[in-house]
């Protein structure tokens, strides 16, 4: 399955894993791109110095490409971004903004830029500023996530720019490939569906809050203060709703969830972590490789769009 994606970036499969933040370090990154698609290491909150660290592990685990993701947010992105510019990482994709002041450093240093975006105004921006990509994010994704669905987003973005489209959101089998190339993306991104696999560095807690989630399973907090967080539901995110509800601060609710996300990746705590997950955890019922995920979902989506994959 060549598409402009592929022939970019030089990987087999046109599929990004998830910069998700604590969950994608160089383990599942490595595992991702040793089974032919683009594995991605999430900064999340971390510093310049655990990046530098996290390359040259996965360096040393594969000699394929792989990407880092920088969340904007952090307020040592600067730093970071140098990193990745020093290190001549193959992919930066970015998140929770827009990488404009960074961009001509890291064209300079040959990187390839792919911002997730959540909406077509900021999808032509990014083209207008030179990203060679964009990841068209629904809200049916894990984390953080804006509010149009991956079915309205993806096609308006492919109809607004001329680079090549990649659809997040919903994904995590051959279905929903076949779905985002008919909507006029080249590639997709997945995440949930890497919170159960063999090598993702996470608690086996997290792993198996994805396997039992159902369809109704995940939701979403901070819509209120306009900083949505989609997740599995659990004893932390009831009380994060309940007090949204009530009126509380910002500042309070911030307070509940701090280190909630490592809670739930590097403890396991069930009941007071944070467990990203998007809407399709539900059809996430087993375990698997990498590389047994990836071919399973390309062979599924070769024979729904009637194509024969390359040997």
Request: aromatic share 6%.
């Amino acid at each position: 399955m060549m598409t402009r994606i592929t022939d970019l970036i030089g990987i087999k499969y046109p599929i990004f894993q998830g910069g998700m933040a604590w969950v994608a370090d160089w383990h599942i990154a490595a595992a991702v791109s040793e089974a032919g698609g683009l594995g991605i290491i999430g900064v999340g909150g971390a510093d310049e110095n655990w990046l530098r660290d996290q390359i040259k592990k996965c360096r040393e685990a594969t000699d394929k490409p792989f990407g880092v993701n920088l969340m904007l947010m952090n307020p040592r992105a600067p730093e970071i971004a140098k990193v990745i510019a020093e290190e001549k990482v193959k992919v930066v994709t970015t998140g929770a903004g827009s990488p404009e002041k960074y961009m001509d450093m890291w064209k300079e240093a040959g990187i390839i830029v792919v911002p997730v975006v959540a909406g077509v105004a900021l999808a032509k921006r990014m083209q207008q500023c030179g990203a060679d990509a964009v990841i068209a994010e629904g809200t049916e994704s894990g984390g953080h996530i804006g509010e149009a669905t991956t079915m309205t987003l993806v096609p308006q973005v492919a109809d607004a720019v001329s680079i090549p489209v990649i659809a997040a959101g919903g994904i995590a089998d051959g279905r929903g490939v076949a779905a985002a190339f008919m909507l006029g993306a080249e590639g997709v991104q997945c995440g949930t569906v890497f919170c159960a696999c063999d090598e993702v560095n996470v608690h086996q807690n997290y792993k198996d809050m994805v396997i039992k989630a159902k369809d109704n399973s995940t939701r979403v907090t901070g819509r209120s203060y306009g900083h949505p967080v989609r997740q599995i539901r659990n004893a932390l995110s009831n009380k994060y709703l309940e007090m949204e509800q009530s009126g509380v601060t910002f500042e309070e609710l911030e307070g509940l969830t701090v280190g909630s996300l490592r809670k739930a990746v590097v403890e396991g705590d069930t009941k007071e972590g944070t467990f990203m997950a998007g809407q399709i955890a539900g059809l996430v019922n087993e375990i698997r490789p990498a590389k047994v995920i990836i071919e399973s979902m390309f062979e599924q989506a070769d024979k729904l769009m009637g194509r024969k994959l390359e040997a």
